[in-house]
């Protein structure tokens, strides 16, 4: 987009347009005006959202959550799998160096952006830029420690660069985000809801302040967040899904529902993937694969079907369109983190129950002495089934792996002109107010303030037992106190919070929690369980490309990778 819209500048400005002059989308000179300007800061959005809708390597969502406490791998694709079996990772995995290619893509960018913008430009527009640059620089400082920290255009290849101190990455970052945090107009007051405001840049930034061990500045900033009363806890139904099964928390996920201007008020920043929709044009490229790597291949089950026959509607992607499993939840997950009556739990939010729905489906079935399905003639059945459609689905023992297992909800997508379902159609939940009372118990509590942490983490239990306290007239249920209160129990609450919205990986790096943390997910998957897993690993690898390309500078990869 940016080259296109730059290339038409420079063709309907000049005045012979057969003179040579070779322009690079990278270089400063050729954003001499309003419009390269905005292509550019539109060009930023649009490379972030390269980052996560990468599928050249399907299992890359997988990157981010398989190996943790939250999540182990199903389906396997490949890049994934060295995250699981952490003996394998070494620094030519792809998803090492594509997170940090794109990192400095859009750092490259950025700079290029701010040089044309000027120090006397709009300082919203240099708002912008700086907002990607410290925003991506966090996940660089974050996954691989000491990084080259550039803050003037490249526009040919280097090969002499030098990993900076972290300290000074992380000084770059707080000036970055606090300068966004400044200039930028807030969530109200931007020329669309896509584009970055000044809240986007204060969660950031508060939780960088927490990686920095500066939790007094990280509940400041965010507390600005809390106290600006632009922003609300969902607490009832709303949106395009009102009429249907739901409830006040799943609404925030269907599609429809996400953004600021359709009724979620907890939007902080939700990317717009632009499925028939207005904003950023060309929201994403390649193929987002995170509904098929959350969502299972339940369609694998005879007589469950992902596919809309044209005349029931009760048959539309009833569990999520088409997914591969790739993902699944750990068992800690699926069967210990959640309490009786949280909503978060719900069958609308994490599906556990699968019935037939494919149109017109009967058939009889075997059922062994496990309760799995069996062929109705099988010596092992114990017992024979007729079924029908809406009827409880049966399973083999083999679907537990990838077809069936509790799943969350968060990624439902459907498209009915590609009922195979290649791309997820959904916008992203980037950020989210509920978050923000996340970020600041962990502030708090640093802050040795357990009870001001706790009464954050109970105004999202507040809305989770709502519906149960209603029903019980028990008007304590799901409370805590300040005695309940530490690191752990804020990570448990993020899971619960946040599952499958999270970057959970680099939740735990951030927090240096990662080891620990995975030893509570002790499932064993296709793959085995968990294993070699150490301290090393709250580090990535310097990818080995980039050793290898500043040939004229000695670099150290992190320690305890070759």
């Known amino acids: ?332 997950v699926k069967y210990e983190l959640y309490e009786d009556g949280d909503i978060r739990n719900s069958e609308n939010n994490i599906t556990r129950t699968f019935y037939y729905n494919a149109p017109g489906y009967s058939a009889t079935w075997g059922i062994d002495a496990n309760g799995f399905r069996v062929a109705a003639d099988s010596p092992d059945a114990v017992m024979v089934k007729d079924v029908m459609v809406g009827d409880t689905a049966l399973i083999a023992a083999s679907d537990t792996l990838e077809v069936a297992y509790p799943y969350t909800r968060k990624w439902d997508s459907f498209d009915p002109t590609d009922q195979w379902g290649w791309t997820n159609i959904k916008d992203f939940p980037i950020m989210r107010f509920g978050e923000t009372y996340l970020l600041r118990a962990e502030a708090r509590l640093k802050n040795g303030n357990a009870a001001g942490a706790a009464d954050d983490i109970n105004v999202l239990r507040d809305r989770a037992f709502k519906a149960a306290r209603e029903e019980s007239g028990n008007s304590e249920l799901g409370k805590v106190s300040s005695s309940d209160i530490d690191l752990d129990f804020i990570l448990d609450e993020r899971a619960r919070e946040l599952f499958a919205e999270e970057n959970r990986r680099m939740t735990l790096m951030r927090t240096g929690t990662l080891v620990e943390r995975a030893a509570l997910n002790t499932e064993s998957t296709i793959k085995g369980t968990i294993s070699g897993i150490s301290e090393i690993h709250l580090l990535l690898p310097i990818p080995l490309s980039e050793i290898q390309r500043n040939k004229d500078v000695l670099w150290e990869q992190n320690p305890g990778y070759n």
């Open 1 to 332: 987009m940016i080259v296109m819209a730059l290339t038409f500048l420079a063709i309907s400005c000049s005045e012979d347009f057969l003179d040579e002059t070779p322009y690079s989308s990278y270089a400063p000179e050729t954003l001499t005006d309003e419009a390269g300007i905005e292509a550019a800061l539109k060009g930023l959005h649009y490379n972030f959202g390269r980052i996560w809708t990468w599928s050249d390597q399907q299992g890359w969502a997988g990157v981010w959550q398989d190996g943790t406490d939250v999540c182990s791998p199903g389906g396997v694709q490949g890049v994934e799998i060295p995250f699981f079996k952490y003996e394998d990772l070494n620094s030519e995995n792809a998803a090492v160096s594509y997170m940090w290619s794109m990192c400095y893509l859009i750092i490259n960018n950025a700079n290029n952006a701010m040089v044309a913008i000027g120090e006397d430009g709009d300082p919203a527009k240099m708002a912008e830029a700086r907002f990607f640059r410290g925003y991506c620089y966090n996940i660089l400082a974050t996954l691989y420690g000491d990084v080259p920290l550039l803050t003037e255009p490249t526009s040919s290849a280097r090969t002499d660069l030098e990993r900076t101190p972290v300290s000074q990455v992380n000084a770059q970052i707080v000036a970055d985000l606090k300068y966004a945090a400044e200039n930028l107009p807030d969530i109200t007051g931007t020329v669309s809801e896509s584009r970055a405001n000044k809240h986007m840049a204060m969660q950031s930034l508060g939780e960088v302040y927490l990686r920095l061990d500066q939790p007094a500045d990280a509940e400041t900033v965010l507390t600005s967040i809390i106290n600006s009363g632009l922003f609300s806890i969902v607490e009832e139904r709303y949106g395009v899904a009102i009429d249907v099964n739901g409830d006040y928390f799943s609404d925030m996920f269907k599609f429809g529902n996400q953004r600021r201007s359709e009724g979620n008020t907890e939007a902080i920043w939700t990317f717009e993937l632009e499925y028939n929709k207005g904003g950023i044009s060309g929201g994403f490229t390649n193929a987002p694969q995170q509904r098929r790597n959350w969502v299972p291949a339940y369609h694998n089950i005879p007589g469950m079907t992902y596919v809309y026959d044209g005349v029931d509607e009760s048959f539309v992607h009833p569990y999520g369109g088409r997914g591969n499993g790739r993902i699944r939840p750990s068992n800690w």
